[in-house]
């Protein structure tokens, strides 16, 4: 597995996501506002893979982040 060096906390609702990516001195690097769908989870998906090796956080993971959660486990 490869090391992180970004971290992406999302936060969840029923039809948007917040997600902050943070460095490893927990810097604020970037915040994305996205869809909660299956669009806004290749927006974060890909806007992810710009800034680094990502580890994700999401709250709700069984809840409104699920798909979301789903989605970055598939990939």
Known sequence: MNEWTVAIGVDTHEHFHV???LD???NQLDLLELEANERGS???WEWAKRLG??????EGASSYGAGLAR???AR
């Not at 090796?53 to 999401?58: H, P």
């Open 19 to 21: 997600a902050v990516a």
């Open 53 to 58: 090796a990502c580890a994700f956080a999401i």
């Open 42 to 44: 290749q927006e974060l």
């Open 24 to 26: 490893r001195l927990g």
């Open 71 to 73: 989605f970055l486990v």
